[in-house]
Each structure stands twice: as C-alpha cells, then as structure tokens.
C-alpha cells in the first residue's frame, strides 16, 4: 500500500501551458462576465426589500387601504429611494 506524501511536489500546470486551450482574452473576457453577473446579482438582492416596500404599496393603494394619489406615491417613491440610497449606497437603484 502506497501513501501520499504531503511534501510531495505537485505538478500545477502554468498559465503558459494552458494558453493553447484557453485564450487570454476568452479567460478574461470569462472573468469579466462573471464579476458583472454576482455585481449584477448582489444590487438584485439588496434592493428587495425596498422593491417589496414598493410593491406593498401599490397593493395597499389596489386595495383601498391608501387614497390613490399621484403626489402622495411620488412622496413615497422619494422617501424609499432616499432610504434606498443611504442604504446601499453605490447598490441603490438608479435615478
């Protein structure tokens, strides 16, 4: 029975030896798609809870529960995203 030496060296391929099946610019060209989906994916999850706070009151409004009102959604649309903005920051929903 052999046993696996853990000083053993280890063979890892260099990015140079790899280069003939990955091109530079596909890896990165990789990489940039990924970063912009979790970026992407991040600023989904932390506005929805403001989203859920927009979306509870147009039901409210819906069910008659808040007098319909263009001003008073407006004011509540700038309340949510001044919140959102303090919140998140660079992540808040754009104007």
């Given at each position: 029975?052999?046993?696996?030496?853990?000083s053993?060296?280890?063979?890892?391929?260099?990015?140079?030896?790899?280069?003939?099946?990955?091109?530079?610019?596909?890896?990165?060209?990789?990489?940039?798609?990924?970063?912009?989906?979790?970026?992407?994916?991040?600023?989904?999850?932390?506005?929805?809870?403001?989203?859920?706070?927009?979306?509870?009151?147009?039901?409210a409004?819906?069910?008659?529960?808040?007098?319909?009102?263009?001003?008073?959604?407006?004011?509540?649309?700038?309340?949510?995203?001044?919140?959102?903005?303090?919140?998140?920051?660079?992540?808040a929903?754009?104007?």
């Open positions: 029975m052999s046993t696996l030496s853990l053993s060296p280890v063979a890892v391929p260099s990015a140079a030896s790899l280069s003939w099946m990955f091109p530079p610019t596909a890896v990165s060209r990789y990489v940039d798609d990924f970063q912009a989906s979790c970026w992407q994916a991040s600023r989904a999850v932390a506005r929805a809870p403001f989203d859920a706070m927009r979306a509870q009151y147009a039901n409004v819906r069910a008659g529960l808040i007098e319909k009102s263009m001003l008073a959604s407006r004011d509540f649309q700038k309340a949510v995203a001044q919140l959102e903005r303090i919140a998140l920051g660079p992540l929903e754009p104007l």
